[in-house]
């Protein structure tokens, strides 16, 4: 059995990618004849077409749908092994990196994060995205750099992660609510309204499990999608929010917090990339100041 052209690989993923032999060959640099010899060869290799003829265009098979991306992934991994890693020079930088991360972020670290990084590198640019989910569909696709989460079972195992620091909930009044006036007990927690906090529309958590240990249980009047609205909510009435405590410093001034009065786990906040920029040593410091900027911030309720 003969050895396939792994040179073909190339060739296939920019067909996919641009599902036309006419512009596949000028990203190349190929004759359209040379180009279509080249897919009749791709078509011979892998038993299927490819791409058919649909009008005047070409429109891709399922198997080369199911192909697109781990060819893509593949011709990354080469094209990273062959490259020589050198050490940048950091001051003749230009480069943005996208982070996704949760609100009460960037409002708690950003600032320490940017400042580090024009240290180093001014030509360097943060742009932060908010995280409405917990897809790593951006992360692969390449549209996100890095991203901030707390890494469970739901976490996609083809990331690579790293802790960042350890969280905790915390509960949250108004100033001169009656929760703040005294210690505050479980019964006396419970009792009270809260505002629950959850992007995926789920009520219960965590602090639900530990209530229900103790026989309580506790009144979720209203759910919002971000620690934010809930502090907000929290900041004009009698709700009670819980939120993550090193999470939230910022958002939490002018209000009561307090540490929850039985015991809830804590959790940890990583940060979270694909393995393509595992080698990219430009990737590699951000993490590393991103890892020691986080290090540094440190809250007490």
Not at 55 to 72: F, I, Y
């Amino acid at each position: 059995m003969s050895s396939p052209d792994l040179n073909l690989l190339v060739t296939l993923d920019v067909l996919l990618s641009e599902g036309s032999v006419a512009r596949a060959a000028r990203r190349l640099r190929l004759s359209p004849s040379a180009m279509s010899r080249a897919l009749s060869r791709l078509r011979e290799t892998t038993g299927d077409p490819l791409l058919v003829r649909a009008g005047r265009g070409l429109v891709p098979t399922p198997r080369a749908l199911a192909l697109r991306e781990q060819v893509s992934d593949l011709v990354q991994q080469a094209q990273a092994v062959l490259r020589p890693v050198t050490t940048p020079d950091l001051g003749r930088l230009n480069r943005t990196f996208t982070l996704r991360t949760r609100e009460g972020f960037v409002e708690n670290f950003a600032i320490d994060l940017i400042s580090r990084i024009r240290e180093q590198a001014p030509g360097v640019r943060l742009r932060f995205v908010e995280k409405t989910d917990r897809d790593s569909t951006a992360l692969r696709e390449g549209t996100v750099d890095l991203e901030t989460a707390v890494v469970d079972k739901d976490t996609s195992p083809e990331l690579r992660t790293q802790a960042l620091f350890s969280d905790r909930l915390i509960g949250v009044v108004r100033a001169g609510h009656p929760l703040s006036q005294a210690a505050v007990s479980a019964a006396g927690y419970a009792a009270g309204g809260h505002v629950g906090v959850s992007m995926r529309g789920l009520d219960h958590g965590l602090i639900d499990q530990a209530l229900a240990v103790l026989n309580l249980s506790r009144e979720i009047v209203t759910t919002v999608p971000g620690f934010s609205s809930a502090l907000g909510l929290a900041r004009s009435s009698e709700l009670i929010a819980s939120v993550p405590e090193r999470y939230t410093a910022s958002l939490r001034v002018g209000l009561h917090s307090f540490v929850l009065p039985f015991p809830v786990p804590e959790f940890t906040i990583a940060m979270l990339w694909h393995p393509r920029m595992d080698a990219d040593p430009v990737h590699r410091w951000l993490r590393g100041c991103l890892r020691e900027v986080c290090a540094r911030k440190t809250v007490k309720v």
